[in-house]
């Protein structure tokens, strides 16, 4: 219960920062950090799928409605919460087991490798595709490529500075 | 049966999953083609007014820099008035036989600057402002002062980084003036009362003055440029000398609130004042 409440909180706390300030944010002139995406991160993975693609739907499409880009948002982050399972397992190795414990990809139940990969995985997954539909166009490529590669960096930079100011606290609970 | 139940609880989330991917499509598909879809202008509908509330409070914040900004489109727009300029003819011929010819030229006469008010008295008899330039930025003596709204003061005093203003709220002060429409010239003083009223002395009382007529500078002083504006009649008297009238004036400048000033500086008031200083000595 306690668990499901925090999570609310932490999702609306994000999308407001993601909404009132990092939207706004325009390093260099295009590198944007998407820091609600930590949000999603740090879902408990024993939720039921359909429920984590209903998740990441709509905070993709409050985003959005935000930042003027209907579906760009929604779809790349419902397409990175289906692919999280997997980048899980494959960063956990063979014997990964998704009812077998509560995973809770979080730093000091995970070491800062499993985060930092599983972070950078997911970001350019999700910054992939949502540049790519925001867009919609291989003409320029180049500069395409330098707003995928620079909103990625910049992002995983940001997550994970919030993740390990925020969330630290776990590793000395347990 | 059992069998489709079973299937359909196993690949229920992938349903979910092809459902919302679908509708993201549908939604990005829709909001590139058409401007006006439907659910783009419902969520606009709903997040317009949040992020007008949430700009309009970063706005209060960046309020600083646009009115520096504001200011100075606004010395460019000054600086391009009509009586700014002084026009010269070369030869009366070249008027009569050409009338828009090239011998025409405009002479800069006045320049403008801006300076922001960093202390000023408002409620005493002799009243006075410093503000935040001086000689070191082109300030000298006797450049007119003007707020937003209309004539605040000369400048009095210059130091390196500094310059005193005497405002119209000085006994000293007087500045010549002109009532439209009546078009009746006079000198505005201030009594030492009430800082929102001046007195326009040396109207003749024949002239037609009404409670509401403006008052402008009119340029005979070479320090305020002709036709700014100093404020409106608010009360017409018959003076102590019944051939004059006295005319209260509301003062458009509101002391109280102003930080930014325009200075106005008449670029050949040595060569006037020197033709002036001629005609005394005599």
């Known amino acids: 219960m306690n668990n499901i409440i925090s999570n609310i909180l932490r999702f609306l706390v994000f999308l407001i920062v993601q909404i009132v300030i990092c939207q706004h944010v325009c390093l260099f ?138 969330y630290n606290k776990v590793r000395n609970e347990s | 049966m059992n069998n489709l139940i079973e299937f359909f609880k196993k690949a229920f989330h992938i349903i979910v999953l092809a459902v919302l991917l679908i509708l993201s499509v549908v939604m990005l598909g829709k909001s590139l083609a058409f401007n006006e879809y439907r659910l783009s202008r419902a969520v606009q509908g709903i997040v317009g007014p949040i992020q007008k509330s949430g700009a309009g409070m970063v706005h209060r914040f960046r309020l600083g820099p646009e009115n520096e900004a504001l200011v100075e489109q606004n010395i460019r727009l000054m600086r391009e008035q009509e009586n700014m300029f002084l026009e010269k003819v070369d030869t009366v011929l070249t008027e009569m036989s050409k009338p828009d010819s090239t011998n025409r030229r405009q002479v800069r006469l006045y320049d403008y600057t801006f300076a922001h008010v960093i202390f000023k008295t408002v409620d005493r008899a002799f ?89 402008f500078t009119n340029g005979f002083s070479n320090i305020f440029p002709k036709g700014l504006f100093i404020g409106t009649v608010k009360e017409v008297q018959v003076g102590n000398n019944a051939s004059f009238l006295t005319i209260k004036v509301n003062l458009a400048t509101k002391y109280a609130d102003v930080y930014t000033v325009y200075l106005v500086e008449n670029l050949f008031k040595s060569e006037i004042d020197s033709l002036k200083a001629d005609f005394k000595d005599e």
């Open chain 1, 29 to 166: 002139g295009y590198m944007t950090p998407a820091l609600f995406l930590l949000a999603l991160f740090l879902l408990p993975l024993e939720l039921p799928l359909s429920l984590q693609y209903l998740i990441g739907f709509a905070s993709g499409f409050v985003v959005d409605a935000f930042a003027h880009t209907l579906g760009v948002s929604s779809f790349s982050c419902t397409l990175m919460m289906f692919l999280r399972p997997f980048i899980v397992r494959f960063l956990n190795g063979t014997n990964f087991n998704r009812f077998e414990s509560i995973e809770r990809p979080m730093p000091g139940v995970k070491d800062f490798r499993w985060i930092f990969l599983y972070t950078l995985i997911l970001t350019s997954i999700y910054q992939v595709i949502s540049v790519l539909l925001g867009t919609m166009t291989f003409r320029n490529f180049g500069h395409t490529l330098l707003v995928m590669i620079g909103n990625t960096l910049f992002t995983v930079f940001v997550v994970l500075c919030v993740e390990y100011i925020f």
């Open chain 2, 127 to 215: 009243n006075y402002m410093i503000v935040d330039k001086g000689s070191r930025d082109g300030i000298v003596r006797d450049m007119a002062v003007l707020s937003p709204e209309g004539v605040a003061g000369v400048i009095t005093d210059v130091s390196s980084n500094f310059a005193t203003v005497r405002p119209i709220l000085h006994p000293e002060s007087r500045i010549s003036a002109v009532v439209n429409p009546a078009n009746q010239n006079g000198t505005l003083i201030w009594e030492g009362d009430d800082p929102h009223v001046a007195y326009l002395e040396a109207i003749p009382q024949h002239s037609e003055i009404n409670i509401g007529d403006s008052v």
